[in-house]
Structure formats: structure tokens, C-alpha cells
T-cell receptor, first 112, second 111 residues
Framework: DVKVTQSSRYLVKRTGEKVFLECVQD?????MFWYRQDPGLGLRLIYF???????EKGDIPEGYSVSREKKERFSLILESASTNQTSMYLC???????????FGPGTRLTVT | EDKVVQSPLSLVVHEGDTVTLNCSYE??????LLWYKQEKKAPTFLFML????IEKKSGRLSSILDKKELFSILNITATQTGDSAVYLC???????????FGTGTLLAVQP
């Protein structure tokens, strides 16, 4: 079974703080993804990575950055958190060349 | 612009009912369509459909794709309270290999 874990289920941060969200997968998947999920908007792609040290912008990268130093770990960074970044953040991974993605449990981030 | 639309947005049924969830899409370079079930945690993969007219089935769940009319349906027969979840539809854009998600259908199954 593919296992994707995320560092926190719930997180509360203050405006302006730097926030790190960590994602780890244990199936040696090449590709990893960060989405945010908001009511009425569905899942939107923030950033993705095809391999170690590679990163590509998704549809809504503004205000975010990512890091992939090891194959199993993909980090999402909010350089200066803002209230409009309050959301559910979902990490996913997949085998390179496949279509189905496997998701972590999500981190519900609240920025106050 | 690529678009995936799911309907209904939400529905409430009683245990034992049969439900049909709809997903229509306008996606350039269509490659595949995927269904996921999301409870209060990670979306879990249900089906991937690539060819028109071929039904995928898993227990009480089944799904079919119509590439001519650009839609898919997900059927759930003899619903149970454990089927309560958000059902997500996503389409693969073959040019980018990205998934484009619909906003989901919230299904509530009452005992």
C-alpha cells in the first residue's frame, strides 16, 4: 500500500510567519504534488516535482515555494503566511508516467 | 480553459438507495478520467477510465466513460452510511499530465 504522510493534521499560524508543510511518501515515487482545497473551488495545484531537486509551478504558485532535496520528501513553504492562505493542503505522489495520484491526509492550516 | 464540472453538488439519500453522480469535462488533449472518494482525510483512488463504453466495477460501485459526449457517471447501488463522502472527478490533460479536478459531489447516506 502506498503511504503518503503529512507532518501535521491541523496547524494554526499568525500572519507573517514562515510556515513549513512536510510530505513524505514511502513508495519511491518520482512525482510529487502540492494542492490546496477550498470549498467551491476544488483542488488546485500549487507546485509539483518530477524528481529530486526539480520543481514546476502549478496553477496558483504565488506566495508559495517548495523544496525537494530527497526523493521521498516534498516540502511546501509559505514565506510569509497570509489569511488568504487558510486552507486544506493536500500532498500527493505518483509513479512517473502513471496518472493516478495517491494523497496524504491533508493539513488544515489556519492563518490568523 | 480546461474545466471539469460535477453534479449534483450534494445529495442526501437513504440506505439502500441507488445514486448516480455525474462528471462532465472540457479538457484539451484528454487522456484519462479518475474518480476519488474523500472522507475526512485523504482522497482515495477508485477508478481510472480511458476508453469509452467500458464499465469499471468494484463491488457496489461502477463507472463508465463517454468520450463522445465528454462525461462520466459513477453509480453506487445499495448505498450504505459508509458511502457518505465527497466524490471527486479528475481529468488528465495529456499535454501537461496534470489532473484537473471538479469541485466534488457531497453524498450523505442516512440510515
Amino acid at each position: 500500500d502506498v503511504k503518503v504522510t503529512q507532518s501535521s493534521r491541523y496547524l494554526v499560524k499568525r500572519t507573517g510567519e514562515k510556515v513549513f508543510l512536510e510530505c513524505v511518501q514511502d513508495m519511491d515515487h518520482e512525482n510529487m504534488f502540492w494542492y490546496r482545497q477550498d470549498p467551491g473551488l476544488g483542488l488546485r495545484l500549487i507546485y509539483f516535482s518530477y524528481d529530486v531537486k526539480m520543481k514546476e509551478k502549478g496553477d496558483i504558485p504565488e506566495g508559495y515555494s517548495v523544496s525537494r532535496e530527497k526523493k521521498e520528501r516534498f516540502s511546501l513553504i509559505l514565506e510569509s503566511a497570509s489569511t488568504n492562505q487558510t486552507s486544506m493542503y493536500l500532498c500527493a505522489s505518483r509513479v512517473g508516467g502513471a496518472y493516478e495520484q495517491y494523497f496524504g491526509p491533508g493539513t488544515r492550516l489556519t492563518v490568523t | 480553459e480546461d474545466k471539469v464540472v460535477q453534479s449534483p453538488l450534494s445529495l442526501v439519500v437513504h440506505e439502500g438507495d441507488t445514486v448516480t453522480l455525474n462528471c462532465s469535462y472540457e479538457v484539451t488533449n484528454f487522456r484519462s478520467l479518475l474518480w476519488y472518494k474523500q472522507e475526512k482525510k485523504a482522497p482515495t483512488f477508485l477508478f481510472m477510465l480511458t476508453s469509452s463504453g467500458i464499465e469499471k466495477k468494484s463491488g457496489r460501485l461502477s463507472s463508465i466513460l463517454d468520450k463522445k459526449e465528454l462525461f462520466s457517471i459513477l453509480n453506487i447501488t445499495a448505498t450504505q452510511t459508509g458511502d457518505s463522502a465527497v466524490y471527486l472527478c479528475a481529468v488528465v490533460n495529456g499535454a501537461t499530465n496534470k489532473l484537473i479536478f471538479g469541485t466534488g459531489t457531497l453524498l450523505a447516506v442516512q440510515p
